[in-house]
């Protein structure tokens, strides 16, 4: 009894330590998908605890300190407000995941839905999403963004379903492809021959061998999103002023003052670079580990 008893003790213990050994073996096999891991988990608390972390207010200005340069005080300046720059910066992380978590979460469900039911069910309902898919992929993503809007206006919730719309297609496409790999494969066959009701093949056969490839193209479009966010806020159609945005840091007074004043473009151009550099290392550090065919 005791042993069992000192069984069920250690077994967290063990679980505990095999996790550990998966997240090192991880980080020796893939270093940049690591650094892309430390990269966001940073992203992510500067975002969480963003109140806490900067030194001033997202809004608060400061005549008396314009475009003052990286010191003590500023430790990455101020922009051409007197706005501390470490603290637009911050909460710039926060709108930044924000939207990019919003948007391809919507956007990515939404199309690996409109693929799943396509590839599964085939005829009439593939023809037809596979139609208004093939509309929405005849535009530029970026142009088709910017169409939207400019159409609907500049705000933070327009922004999010811009790039939800534009991202429906290529998680469409992606989960398409699995399950319509996965449709044809014996088990499933199997499972028609004894009497599996659709619904039951669908969730419990299917859709399990279609969540690697969804989160794989999830986490990439991550990056992407933050990308187009900050290319919309740089054009004037994203995050309207005076919304601490990566990208409208960089409009504006970022170029007008870039010689005089380099840290006000630099900086955010920084945070949106690093931002991109992790989600696309882990991205594709996932993607290697989640694929069987490129398991370790």
């Known amino acids: 009894m005791s042993t069992d008893a000192g069984a069920v003790q250690f077994k967290p213990v063990r679980q505990h330590l095999g996790v550990i050994s998966q ?148 998680g469409a496409r992606v989960v398409r492809s699995a399950a319509l790999t996965t449709r044809e494969a014996d088990y499933v066959q199997a499972a028609r021959a004894i009497g599996a009701k659709d619904l039951r093949i669908l969730f419990h056969h299917v859709l399990p061998n279609c969540i690697a490839p969804y989160i794989i193209v999830l986490t990439a479009g991550l990056g992407w999103a933050i990308l187009v966010e900050a290319s919309l806020s740089f054009l004037g159609l994203g995050v309207p002023q005076p919304e601490p945005s990566w990208g409208g840091m960089l409009s504006g007074a970022g170029r007008q003052y870039v010689v005089t004043a380099p840290w006000m473009a630099v900086f955010p151009g920084l945070a949106i670079t690093l931002a991109v550099f992790g989600f696309n290392f882990f991205g594709d550090a996932l993607r290697d580990v989640l694929d069987p065919r490129l398991r370790l």
């Open 23 to 170: 997240f090192w073996r991880f980080c020796r096999h893939k270093p940049l998908g690591a650094a892309g891991a430390v990269i966001l988990t940073g992203m992510v608390l500067l975002a969480v605890f963003a109140p806490v972390v900067s030194p001033y207010g997202e809004y608060e200005t400061n005549y008396k300190a314009i475009r003052v340069a990286p010191g003590a005080a500023h430790i990455l300046g101020t922009d051409e407000f007197g706005r501390d720059l470490f603290t637009r910066i911050v909460w710039g992380a926060r709108i930044s995941l924000y939207v990019s978590g919003l948007a391809v979460g919507l956007g990515m469900t939404a199309g690996a839905l409109i693929g799943l039911s396509g590839a599964f069910w085939g005829g009439v309902v593939d023809l037809i999403s596979q139609r208004l898919l093939e509309v929405l992929m005849a535009f530029p993503m970026l142009v088709m963004a910017l169409a939207i809007v400019a159409a609907l206006g500049s705000s933070i919730d327009n922004v999010v379903f811009a790039l939800a719309v534009v991202l429906v297609p290529q």
